[in-house]
């Protein structure tokens, strides 16, 4: 076992504050990875705030994590000392049930071992995340970072990048598909490289008219503020797909009107809040409402792979982690552009 520093909240709600976690040491399938970079989620916020209940404190939020390989256990094929690698939202899952045998293991029947907030598959030991120097993690749930990508750009590809890519490929997005993507944050500027990457025509639908020269710059062709009421009317039954990702409660209804017949709108965001839908807003026009939940690991090595291909990396603001606090804060009042990213060298030094 070895002592990390990390960054914890210690209880909901508090502010998070330096904390040591114990990381085992590594096993013949297990690889070390010294973290050089960790995303900041809006679901860190969600949970540090126990916004979902069940929370586990202390906690230790982050899976957005880009770092170099320090060590490997003896059996390891995938990765070597030196190679840039990523871990994202699970660190395990049982890896026989049929979620697991068919790349899903975010829906492993026994429960994936997440990132941090959880526990390892024995059901006793915490998972602690990336807000920390060190993870040692199974290679087949460790990421091979493709050299091309900037390290602190190719963070948030662990979650953001994924969670986005995920449903795009679900719902088939091909040329000309007019996509909306809702919510310019970290996921939402994702959402907009990526569909714009794969040919659609994407529209951003946000609450911040500020936000609209990045918009158009990160690949959207159409802008419209969801605070003009007006823009729920001349945008009404033009949408193939709709992405929501926004992270606070707000009126489904009104954005399953922008939808074509038999378009799609998949949640993404999760409102601590459950809103009610009206089975009008589906039926008159047979739309589909779906969700989708992160992406299995090939999935997301896949996605790596594309984003390489693509030219494509999160724009970040790095931060040092004493500055975390404030992330939150921004991230609350829609702040971020358009994902902090902690440099984790901070840590090191704190
Ligand atoms: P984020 O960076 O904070 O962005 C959320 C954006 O939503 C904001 O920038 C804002 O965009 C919009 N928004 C916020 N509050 C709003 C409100 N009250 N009304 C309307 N719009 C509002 O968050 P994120 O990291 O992208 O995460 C977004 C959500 O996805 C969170 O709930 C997170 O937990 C969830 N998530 C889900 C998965 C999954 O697997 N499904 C994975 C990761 C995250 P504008 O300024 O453009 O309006
Ligand atoms: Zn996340
Ligand atoms: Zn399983």
Same mark, same amino acid.
């Given at each position: 076992?070895? #002592?990390? @520093? *990390?960054?914890?909240? &210690?209880?909901?709600? /508090? $502010? !998070? ?9 590594p ?41 170099r ?16 690698a990523?871990?994202?939202?699970m ?26 907030n ?25 990421? #091979?970072? @493709? *050299?091309?990508?900037? &390290?602190?750009?190719? /963070? $948030? !590809? ?33 959402a ?22 990045d ?18 009317s ?20 009104a954005?399953?009107?922008?939808l ?28 589909r ?37 404030e ?5 609350m ?18």
């Amino acid at each position: 076992m070895s #002592k990390t @520093p *990390a960054y914890a909240a &210690p209880s909901p709600g /508090a $502010p !998070l504050a330096p904390f040591t976690v114990e990381r085992r040491d590594p096993g013949p399938h297990d690889v070390l990875i010294d973290i050089l970079y960790c995303g900041v989620c809006h679901s860190d916020i969600h949970q540090a705030r126990d916004e979902w209940g069940g929370g586990i404190f202390p906690m230790v939020p982050g899976h957005e994590i880009i770092g170099r390989v320090r060590q490997v256990g003896k059996a390891v094929t995938r990765l070597a000392p030196g190679d840039v690698a990523g871990v994202g939202c699970m660190v395990d899952s049982c890896r026989e049930c049929d979620p697991c045998r068919h790349d899903s293991e975010q829906f492993c029947e026994k429960g994936a071992a997440f990132t941090y907030n959880g526990t390892e598959m024995d059901r006793r030991t915490r998972t602690y995340g990336g807000y920390s120097t060190r993870v040692v993690v199974d290679e087949r749930f460790v990421l #091979k970072v @493709p *050299a091309s990508l900037d &390290p602190a750009g190719a /963070a $948030p !590809l662990l979650c953001a990048g994924i969670t986005t890519y995920s449903p795009l490929r679900q719902w088939n997005c091909k040329p000309g598909d007019r996509v909306a993507v809702v919510g310019l944050g970290g996921l939402g500027h994702m959402a907009v490289k990526l569909a714009a990457s794969m040919g659609a025509e994407v529209t951003m639908l946000s609450t911040s008219a500020s936000k609209e020269a990045d918009a158009r710059r990160l690949g959207a062709h159409g802008f419209a503020s969801t605070k003009d009421a007006s823009t729920f009317s001349r945008l009404a039954g033009r949408f193939d797909l709709i992405v929501d990702t926004i992270s606070a409660p707000h009126d489904y209804n009104a954005y399953l009107g922008l939808l074509r017949p038999k378009g799609a709108m998949v949640l993404l965001g999760v409102p601590p809040e459950p809103t009610p839908v009206a089975a009008f807003s589906l039926i008159s026009g047979n739309k589909r409402l779906a969700g989708s939940l992160i992406g299995g690991i090939a999935e997301t090595q896949e996605m790596l792979d594309y984003c390489a291909a693509h030219g494509i990396v999160s724009d970040v603001e790095i931060i040092p982690i004493q500055k975390i606090n404030e992330a939150y804060d921004r991230m609350m009042r829609g702040d971020v552009r358009y994902r902090f990213v902690i440099d984790v060298s901070s840590l090191a030094r704190a």
